[in-house]
T-cell receptor, first 114, second 109 residues
Framework: DGGITQSPKYLFRKEGQNVTLSCEQN?????MYWYRQDPGQGLRLIYYSQIVNDFQKGDIAEGYSVSREKKESFPLTVTSAQKNPTAFYLC?????????????FGSGTRLTVV | DQQVKQNSPSLSVQEGRISILNCDYT??????FLWYKKYPAEGPTFLIS?????DKNEDGRFTVFLNKSAKHLSLHIVPSQPGDSAVYFC????????FGAGTRLTVKP
């Protein structure tokens, strides 16, 4: 079955640590996205990539970094510069008609700073 | 800057009745509007969309209405079923996709 896999499901980070969230898709989609969800707020775009080896900042990119070395993979690193990293992180992918047919989302990673 | 707003955090309806979820937007440049459904511990799944040049799109029990002059769209679910209980996100797209905060729908048997 095609889909998006995010791992881990739950992640705990100590203050000052960098952590990397994994996102893998086997849908052959060119575009991939990272969103952050906080209580009472909509999904906010962190980074997106329309093609391999290229990515752009979204609305809240500060304190995050990404790479897109393979079509299937779009890992997100939450750096120590991110002041409030505790949130639910969602990865998504889409074909060229994603704006019409919607994005495909993973099940998310809940990151907690301890 | 919330360009897509869902002002009702929750909605409760009786099974068999109509559920109406509302969404407002501020950017008149959006091309498409979408609704997603999200169950706990899962990612959102696409439900239905509508082009900005249309005012209605129907898919089974789900109908989306778009009022461009009011910058308002709504999702109607008729009849509502207990399995429809979930969080519904409104989204709008142009070059990227903007999401509302979601409305939690509870359908009571």
């Amino acid at each position: 079955d095609g889909g998006i896999t995010q791992s881990p499901k739950y992640l705990f980070r100590k203050e000052g640590q960098n952590v990397t969230l994994s996102c893998e898709q086997n849908l052959n989609h060119d575009a991939m996205y990272w969103y952050r969800q906080d209580p009472g707020q909509g999904l906010r775009l962190i980074y997106y990539s329309q093609i391999v080896n290229d990515f752009q900042k979204g609305d809240i990119a500060e304190g995050y970094s990404v790479s897109r070395e393979k079509k299937e993979s779009f890992p997100l690193t939450v750096t120590s510069a991110q002041k409030n990293p505790t949130a639910f992180y969602l990865c998504a992918s889409s074909d060229p008609w994603g704006a019409i047919n919607g994005y495909t989302f993973g099940s998310g990673t809940r990151l907690t700073v301890v | 800057d919330q360009q897509v707003k869902q002002n009702s955090p929750s909605l409760s309806v009786q099974e068999g009745r109509i559920s109406i979820l509302n969404c407002d937007y501020t950017n008149s440049m959006f091309d498409y509007f979408l609704w997603y459904k999200k169950y706990p511990a899962e990612g959102p799944t696409f439900l239905i969309s509508i082009s900005s040049i249309k005012d209605k799109n129907e898919d089974g029990r789900f109908t989306v209405f778009l009022n461009k002059s009011a910058k308002h769209l709504s999702l109607h679910i008729v009849p509502s079923q207990p399995g429809d209980s979930a969080v519904y996100f409104c989204a709008a797209s142009n070059n990227d996709m903007r999401f509302g905060a979601g409305t939690r729908l509870t359908v009571k048997p």
